[in-house]
Protein backbone atom coordinates (compact mmCIF):
# COMPACT_ATOMS: atom_id res chain seq x y z
CA UNK A 1 0.00 0.00 0.00
CA UNK A 2 1.36 3.56 -0.69
CA UNK A 3 2.19 5.44 2.08
CA UNK A 4 0.73 8.99 2.69
CA UNK A 5 3.19 11.89 3.70
CA UNK A 6 1.59 14.67 6.20
CA UNK A 7 2.05 17.80 5.51
CA UNK A 8 5.38 19.06 6.14
CA UNK A 9 5.66 20.52 9.68
CA UNK A 10 6.54 24.83 9.39
CA UNK A 11 10.18 24.25 11.31
CA UNK A 12 11.60 21.35 9.13
CA UNK A 13 10.37 23.58 5.52
CA UNK A 14 12.22 26.55 7.49
CA UNK A 15 15.33 24.32 8.31
CA UNK A 16 15.31 22.57 4.94
CA UNK A 17 15.09 25.99 3.07
CA UNK A 18 17.86 27.34 5.57
CA UNK A 19 19.83 24.48 4.28
CA UNK A 20 19.52 24.53 1.16
CA UNK A 21 18.67 28.50 -0.05
CA UNK A 22 19.90 30.58 3.00
CA UNK A 23 23.36 29.24 3.74
CA UNK A 24 24.83 28.84 0.01
CA UNK A 25 23.11 32.77 -0.27
CA UNK A 26 25.30 33.70 2.96
CA UNK A 27 28.03 32.10 1.94
CA UNK A 28 28.49 33.57 -1.44
CA UNK A 29 28.74 37.16 0.54
CA UNK A 30 31.87 36.32 2.02
CA UNK A 31 34.98 37.04 -0.23
CA UNK A 32 38.39 35.33 0.92
CA UNK A 33 41.40 34.00 -0.98
CA UNK A 34 41.78 31.50 -3.40
CA UNK A 35 41.59 28.29 -1.70
CA UNK A 36 39.76 29.16 1.26
CA UNK A 37 37.16 30.86 -1.49
CA UNK A 38 37.06 27.10 -3.22
CA UNK A 39 36.24 25.41 0.51
CA UNK A 40 34.05 27.75 1.34
CA UNK A 41 31.88 26.93 -1.62
CA UNK A 42 32.43 23.29 -1.72
CA UNK A 43 31.46 23.72 2.05
CA UNK A 44 27.94 25.48 0.93
CA UNK A 45 27.70 22.57 -1.45
CA UNK A 46 27.83 19.78 0.83
CA UNK A 47 25.55 21.92 3.06
CA UNK A 48 22.81 21.94 0.47
CA UNK A 49 23.15 17.97 -0.19
CA UNK A 50 22.84 17.90 3.49
CA UNK A 51 19.25 19.74 3.17
CA UNK A 52 18.78 17.42 0.31
CA UNK A 53 18.77 14.28 2.82
CA UNK A 54 17.61 16.11 5.54
CA UNK A 55 14.08 16.49 3.30
CA UNK A 56 14.09 12.85 2.40
CA UNK A 57 13.87 11.94 6.12
CA UNK A 58 11.83 14.30 7.57
CA UNK A 59 9.56 16.58 5.10
CA UNK A 60 7.01 15.63 1.61
CA UNK A 61 8.08 14.92 -1.64
CA UNK A 62 7.38 17.67 -2.71
CA UNK A 63 9.80 20.05 -0.21
CA UNK A 64 12.11 16.70 -1.11
CA UNK A 65 12.13 17.63 -4.83
CA UNK A 66 12.47 21.45 -4.26
CA UNK A 67 15.55 20.55 -1.88
CA UNK A 68 16.82 18.74 -5.20
CA UNK A 69 15.78 21.29 -7.47
CA UNK A 70 17.71 24.20 -5.96
CA UNK A 71 20.76 21.91 -4.69
CA UNK A 72 21.45 21.01 -8.52
CA UNK A 73 21.08 25.06 -9.43
CA UNK A 74 23.53 25.50 -6.93
CA UNK A 75 25.70 23.18 -8.01
CA UNK A 76 25.21 24.38 -11.86
CA UNK A 77 25.85 27.97 -10.51
CA UNK A 78 29.23 27.20 -8.89
CA UNK A 79 30.70 25.19 -12.28
CA UNK A 80 29.37 28.07 -14.84
CA UNK A 81 29.45 31.53 -12.79
CA UNK A 82 32.25 30.28 -9.62
CA UNK A 83 29.48 31.15 -6.93
CA UNK A 84 27.75 28.54 -5.04
CA UNK A 85 24.26 30.16 -5.11
CA UNK A 86 21.98 30.20 -7.84
CA UNK A 87 20.19 33.31 -6.60
CA UNK A 88 23.45 35.26 -5.84
CA UNK A 89 24.38 33.74 -9.42
CA UNK A 90 21.00 35.15 -11.16
CA UNK A 91 21.79 38.33 -9.61
CA UNK A 92 25.19 38.68 -11.43
CA UNK A 93 23.85 37.89 -14.60
CA UNK A 94 20.88 40.08 -14.39
CA UNK A 95 23.32 43.15 -13.27
CA UNK A 96 24.82 42.42 -16.34
CA UNK A 97 21.58 43.87 -17.94
CA UNK A 98 20.80 46.74 -15.23
CA UNK A 99 24.45 48.41 -15.18
CA UNK A 100 24.35 50.38 -18.01
CA UNK A 101 27.88 50.60 -19.19
CA UNK A 102 27.44 46.97 -19.90
CA UNK A 103 23.55 47.03 -20.63
CA UNK A 104 24.42 48.63 -23.50
CA UNK A 105 27.08 46.41 -24.71
CA UNK A 106 25.10 43.38 -24.12
CA UNK A 107 22.42 45.10 -25.64
CA UNK A 108 24.32 45.75 -28.87
CA UNK A 109 26.29 42.64 -29.35
CA UNK A 110 23.60 39.84 -28.55
Do not use: C, D
Not at 25 to 47: C, D, E, K, Q, R
Not at 51 to 59: D, E, I, K, L, W
Request: hydrophobic residues 55%.
Amino acid sequence: MLETRHPTPKPILRQVVGWVVVLPLLVSFLTLPFPLGWFLALGSIAASVYGVRFASRHASRSVTLFAWVISLLNVLSLVMIGHASVLMGLYRISWFYWYPYYSSWVYWNF
